[in-house]
Each structure stands twice: as C-alpha cells, then as structure tokens.
C-alpha cells in the first residue's frame, strides 16, 4: 500500500499541521454544536477528504458526536483508512458527477433516512466543480436539510463556488504544512517503516513535495523504492528529483562572491553536461539566494525555522551570508526572479542562463558591495591657471563628479571657469553675467545637440547594458533638458512606464551620463511634443531660400533691407547729393536687372460673335417640301415592294421572308 494511504490519519489528533480546523472542530463535537453543511478548502493534498472522514466518523460513532472516536464500532471500524465504508456516507467526486442529473439523483437519495447510523453524511469533492444547473437543483436541499442529512464539501477553489450553498456552511480554510512539521511527519514514518535516509535528503524531499503531505509521502515512497542496501542517500535522491546539486549552486555563489565570470560559465557548462533543466537550476539558484538573504539579516533564522537546511549545511550557508550584503543578495535575488521567466519553453535555455549569469555578474550594485570602498587618494593640486588632471580609469560620469568635488573642497579656479569681465561704462547698462557650463551644470543646449546627433550610438551602448532598454528607447524621442534631466517621449504609455521604471532608467542614465561627459538624469514622457512635457527644445536651423525647391520645403527669401534714407546735405554740398543720387540709381538698376522677370501671361482671344443667319426665302422653303416629298415615295416604294414579295411567297407555298 502507498505510504500516503498506510499513514492517513483516523481522528483529528493524527492530523498534523492543521490545528487552526482540528481544535474549532474537535470542541464543536464536543460540545455537540453540529452544523448541517461544512466546507473544507484549501491546496490539494493537504488533508480535506481524511477529515471529511473523519468528522463522518466522529458523527456516527456510538459515542458519539465525539472528537476522539472510539475505533471498534461498526462505524469506526468501516470509515477506518483502508475501511470498506457503509452505505449512510457517500462520497461523489464533482469533476466527473457534477451534472444536474447526478445533483437529482443525490438529493432524492438524501431524503432516505440512515440505514443503519445516526447521520447521513455525503462528501463532495472537487465541489467547484458542480455545473450552474446542478447547483440550482442542490441549492434548496442544502438550505433546509432534513435533521440527519449533512453536507461535507470539499475543494481546491472556494470562490468558484454559489455563493448562496457557500454562505449556509462553516468554512475551514487548509494550509500547507511548514518544513519543520514536514520533517516529523518524514522522521516518523521512516521510522515506522525501518529505513535508513540520510539527513540530507529531507529538505530534498520536503521542498520537492511542496508542502503537500500527499505529494511529499508519494515522493519518499518513490525514493524508498529504488534504495539499496546502504539505504536512502543523497546521491541516489539528487537525480531522481531533478534538483541541481548543492556543489553546482555553491559553485555560483562563489563565482558571484569573487566576481569570477570563468568560474561562473564553466559551472554553467557543468549544469548542462549533467543534464539539468536551465529553468529548475535558476529556481534552486533563487531559493538558495534567499536562504542566504534570511541568514544575513537573522543570524539565527536555521533554528527559528526560516530557512530549511541540514546540520551540516548551516555553517557552510553562513559562511557564503558573510560574503554579501543584505541588499546586495536582494538585488540578485530580483534579478534572478525577473528572468526566470523568461527560460520557460525558451528555444535556447542554455544561452538565456549564460545572459542570466552575466546580468548577474556585472550588476552595479554587486560590483560596488564586492570591490569595497577604495582607499582615498590625494588629488594633486592644480594651479589656478593649469588644466584639469585627466583621471585614469574612470568614466565619464565619475570624472565629472570627482571634479565637482574637488571644486568644492578647494578654492581653485578651473579652466572652465570666465575671466572677470571689466566694468563696463557708466553710460551702459551692466551686462548680466552667464555662466559657463560645468560638470554639475551642463551646457543643455549644447548637450541636446549632441543627443540627437547621436542617438543611435547612445542607444546602441544602452543595448550593450540592458538590451530591453535598448528596444524600448528605439520610437524615443529626445526633448529636451530639464535642468540636469534629459526629458524624452515616447507615444506608448506603457513603455514610457517601463523606461522609467528603475531596473531600466539606472542603466540609461548611467550609459547617458558616461557617453556625454556629465551627469544627467533621464525621464521619459507620453507624447512627443516639447511644449507639453514642460521643456523648451532648441530652436531648429533656418531654412535658406532655393529656387529649385519643392512647394512643400520653398521659404519666402528675406526681404532686402531698404535703402537708407539719405542724410540731408548740406546747404553748398550739391555734388555729395548728387553722386549719392547717383549711386542710388546705379544700385537699383543692378537689382532690377538681376531679378527674374515673369514670363508674359498668354494674351486673351478675342471673342468673335458667330455670322448672322441667312435670311429664309420662299424658294428655300419649296425646296424642303420637295426633299420631304421625295424621301416619303422611297419609303412607300419599299413597303410595297416587301409585300409582294411576301404575297409571292405565300402563293409559291415557301416560308415567308
């Protein structure tokens, strides 16, 4: 017999890990406070139907209702596990029974009393399952039973249930047994059946059940089966299992803790060699990522339960705990959540893991928390008039923030900064200083040039980051600058989100700022017009004047200034006057025969009224008559002629024509 069924459980004091249903129940037998409808919900192979059982049991026990029941009654004895059962309880498996014939027949059965005990018990499994129609055929019976009819429903998804049938019963909701209440369920019935299984196994087995007794006894019966003399031992359970082995997932977290890319795809190609699922290593990764997480912010979370390992593993884990920072293994934790995803029926898992792996491994966050703040070097001094030292091995964006820095901690003039302007005239209004663009203060209009030149190269290093940031920036279009921030749009709502969301806008910014030379930030907006998103873009080129142009893309050439107003001569000054007379006509006669003439309009046709008609004589009106006249004889000519033919042929006795 499978072990699930050997080791059922016969009253509520067997039934482990679900105290929160046996306590309220065991007192309301004994108190003999009996409801007529029951529902019993919650994950699968939890123990719903064995306490269906037996609270079927405790009812009908001859000393009974009673939460210990006695074991030797003729009710006891049958509703027993492994019992042959008796015809006043009646299970029905609503997955397959749950149509309104069978709903029928089972509420004509109910109004039967017990054949041979006190109550008429009838559990109902799978009791989402019922049809609409046939919940409407149960609904009245359940509402008002008669006194020795009771319902016991039991099911995986409550809400699926009527409402109506779900408000007449007493729910009690199942859980999930814990690790530790697993682990003596385990250690007993090993025990009980005289095996040997090595330590290591249990959280083996444990996180393979998943909570479920059913599903974790089914597994060990299955591993029990196969064991040989030696009994049960790790290294028989790790491929039965499919669980990648502890060695590999200690590999990766010492590949991560060293920042040893080599370590790291060398164990990769050792998880695909041995024939792990990339998908099943990436969720063994994830769950060892926050068993080290619960160790590193509760040093004693191994006894408090929180983290299920063996003895022998626990200083081994926290050894491995010590070697991160707690919010350095809840960022690779993130990371691994958000990717596993993606492994999933995947064409090529091997290659995502590897992608996974070098995400990891060149995460920021990990590369600041494992190198460790560097010792602080002494910045030479400049000269007020000397250039800026160049920084060896720093981006961009770092050497724009050192500099800032040092600006700040000496009182140096930079190369960037303007001379001092000399006061201007006392007749002059003061010109408003401007100041140059720095470090902390870009120079956005120029910075905005530069962007939109280069785009596609910007994008392009993002990719070689954060390949979905790249995609998405692809229809992003750059706005304009916001003080320090970088303002683009974009026409879909939902990338917008996505490019601000952090995971995505850290590795743009960080690209932008290390590509440009200065610190900037990156928001991005819906909609692609400047004035909307509250920024001001810079003024586009002008357009120059080509006569070849199309319509679409001519300008109207700019006005040329007119001449000057001449000055008035002086009294005896006539011959200035008269050469700059002169000179004006020259001007304006080299204008003038420069310019394009128009070509001549086409000159408009006279319009010539048609002759008058000629005037109608007596001699013309004859002669109409008589063209008349004579069209009228052909015409009757050829009707007689057409009926002497056809009176011919009638005589001859031929076919008319």
């Not at 559990?123 to 039973?145: F, R």
């Not at 890319?261 to 099943?280: C, N, W, Y």
């Not at 990719?463 to 003080?483: C, H, Q, S, Y």
């Amino acid at each position: 017999m499978a072990l699930y069924r050997k080791y059922r459980p016969a009253s509520f004091g067997e039934v482990i890990g679900q105290e929160q249903v046996t306590r309220p129940l065991s007192a309301a037998l004994d108190n003999g406070r009996i409801n007529h409808a029951y529902l019993f919900s919650g994950p699968r192979g939890c123990g719903k139907t064995s306490s269906a059982r037996i609270l079927a049991r405790s009812l009908n026990c001859v000393h009974g209702p009673t939460s210990t029941p006695c074991g030797e009654c003729a009710s006891c004895v049958s509703l027993a596990p492994g019992g042959a059962g008796n015809l006043d309880v009646m299970e029905l498996d609503a997955a397959s029974n749950g149509g309104v014939d069978e709903m029928r027949e089972l509420r004509e059965r109910a109004m039967f009393a017990p054949a041979e005990f006190r109550y008429r018990v009838f559990i109902i499994d799978e009791a989402h399952m019922i049809s609409k129609v046939g919940n409407n055929a149960l609904l009245k019976i359940v509402e008002e039973p008669p006194e020795h009819l009771i319902f016991i429903f039991a099911t995986t998804e409550p809400e699926k249930m009527l409402g109506t049938i779900r408000s007449r019963t007493h729910n009690y909701p199942f859980r999930l047994l814990t690790p530790q209440a697993m682990h003596g369920l385990l250690t007993r019935v090993v025990a009980e059946e005289g095996a040997h299984v090595e330590e290591s196994v249990y959280p083996l087995v444990i996180r393979a059940g998943g909570g479920s007794p059913r599903d974790t006894l089914s597994i060990l019966d299955q591993l029990l089966s196969g064991a040989g003399p030696e009994g049960l031992t790790y290294e028989a359970a790790l491929p039965l299992l499919g669980v990648t082995d502890l060695t590999l997932v200690d590999a990766i977290v010492d590949a991560l803790a060293t920042r040893d890319a080599s370590l790291m795809f060398r164990t990769v190609d050792q998880i695909i060699e041995a024939g792990h699922e990339p998908r099943k290593f990436a969720l063994d990764l994830l769950d060892r990522l926050r068993d080290l997480m619960m160790l590193r912010t509760v040093p004693d979370a191994i006894s408090q339960g929180l983290v299920n390992a063996p003895a022998d593993r626990a200083e081994i884990l926290r050894e491995q705990a010590e070697r991160f920072s707690g919010h350095e293994l809840a960022e690779l934790a993130s990371q691994v959540n958000d990717r596993v995803s993606s492994l999933r029926g995947a064409t090529s898992p091997r290659l995502l893991l590897e992608i996974m792996m070098a995400h990891l491994i060149t995460t920021p966050d990990v590369a600041a928390e494992v190198q460790g703040p560097k010792e602080p070097t002494a910045e030479p001094t400049l000269a007020p008039d000397s250039p800026a030292p160049v920084t060896q091995g720093r981006t961009g964006a770092a050497a724009a923030a050192a500099a800032a820095a040092a600006a700040a901690q000496r009182d140096v003039r930079s190369s960037s900064t303007p001379a001092p302007r000399q006061a201007p005239e006392p007749s002059a209004p003061p010109e408003p200083a401007r100041p140059e663009p720095s470090a902390s203060q870009p120079d956005t209009g120029g910075l905005l040039e530069k962007v939109r030149r280069e785009w596609t190269a910007l994008r392009q290093s993002v990719g070689a980051r954060n390949k979905t940031a790249e995609i998405m920036l692809t229809e992003a279009t750059p706005l304009g600058f916001d003080d320090d921030t970088l303002v683009i749009g974009h026409n879909t709502g939902a990338l917008a989100q996505r490019i601000n969301a952090p995971e995505h806008n850290r590795d743009i910014a960080s690209i932008f700022s290390e590509h440009l030379e200065a610190t900037i930030q990156v928001r991005c907006v819906v909609g692609t017009d400047p004035a909307k998103a509250g920024v001001k873009a810079e003024a586009p080129p002008r357009q120059v004047w080509n006569p070849r142009s199309t319509p679409q893309e001519k300008s109207e050439p700019e006005p040329e200034p007119e001449d000057p107003a001449p000055a008035p001569p002086a009294a005896n000054d006539w011959r200035a006057a008269a050469a700059a007379a002169s000179k004006r006509a020259a001007r304006r006669e080299h204008r003038e025969a420069e310019e394009i003439p128009l070509p001549p309009e086409p000159a408009e046709e006279e319009y010539e009224p048609p002759p008058p008609p000629e005037e109608y004589t007596q001699e013309d009106e004859e002669r109409a008559m008589a063209d008349q006249a004579q069209e009228e004889g052909e015409r009757d000519r050829r009707d007689a002629t057409a009926v002497a033919m056809d009176l011919l042929a009638t005589e001859l006795g031929a076919k008319p024509l």
